[in-house]
């Protein structure tokens, strides 16, 4: 089966620098990658997804993550963080196999000014 | 076209208690997942279901149960509740139910258990 680990529970960055998440993946098949944001009291909202294309993949707000095989992983950056970037941040995979989703424990992103 | 839509969003019962959450998915989306967030568990998969059948489930006991109507409106429900339920329940939905597609997640039901 399939799991995802996310490295560190809390990152705290300025205003203004670079955002790095991280999170590897453990798949005996090709995965199908993804991140999360969830603001506080709502939802999950999908950031960006791998699915076997580009192993660089850009998402909304500003974000992207590399897909390395060879280091199994899938980090989310984004060159310069905003305040509203606080928030916290699942990494998550699925496959083909298993048609189910699991996540990684969350990383809170603080921001600040 | 609005979002996935869930109800209540807070919920208050006692031990012992059963209590049925509900979920709408978006309009022509046919899959609905649930999922619990604790602190100390984080998100776990519960179920998914697909035109009205589960296909899929995550490693709850059996007092965890769902179903899904022909409108594609999914409910939950958790028989004899105990204090460790209290949770997030987040609902998602998709247009195919392959779970490497993209889901589109309700604000969830805050459940307090006392």
């Known amino acids: 089966a399939q799991s995802v680990t996310q490295l560190g529970s809390h990152v705290s960055v300025s205003e203004g620098a670079l955002v790095l998440l991280r999170c590897n993946y453990s798949?005996?098949?090709?995965?199908?990658l993804f991140w999360y944001v969830q603001y506080p009291n709502q939802g999950l909202q999908l950031l960006l997804k791998?699915?076997?294309?580009?192993?660089l993949v850009k998402g909304i707000n500003g974000f992207e993550a590399e897909f390395k095989k060879s280091e199994t992983s899938f980090h989310l950056t984004k060159p310069s963080a905003h305040m509203s970037d606080a928030a916290e941040y699942f990494c998550?995979?699925?496959?083909?196999?298993?048609?189910?989703?699991?996540f990684g424990a969350g990383t809170r992103l603080t921001v600040k000014p | 076209k609005a979002g996935v839509t869930q109800t209540p969003r807070y919920l208050i019962k006692t031990r012992g208690q059963q209590v049925t959450l509900s979920c709408s998915p978006i309009?022509?989306?046919?899959?609905v997942s649930w999922y619990q967030q604790t602190p100390g568990q984080g998100l776990q998969f519960l179920f998914e279901y697909f035109s009205e059948t589960q296909r899929n489930k995550g490693n709850f006991p059996g007092r965890f149960s769902g179903r899904q109507f022909s409108n594609s409106r999914s409910e939950m429900n958790v028989s004899t509740l105990e204090l460790g339920d209290s949770a997030l329940y987040l609902c998602?939905?998709?247009?195919?139910?392959?779970?490497?597609?993209?889901?589109?997640f309700g604000p969830g039901t805050r459940l307090t258990v006392l």
């Open positions: 791998y699915t076997s294309a580009a192993t």
């Open positions: 798949s005996s098949v090709p995965p199908y």
């Open positions: 998602a939905s998709s247009v195919t139910g392959n779970l490497y597609n993209e889901q589109f």
């Open positions: 309009s022509g989306h046919r899959s």
């Open positions: 998550a995979v699925s496959d083909r196999e298993d048609n189910d989703m699991r």
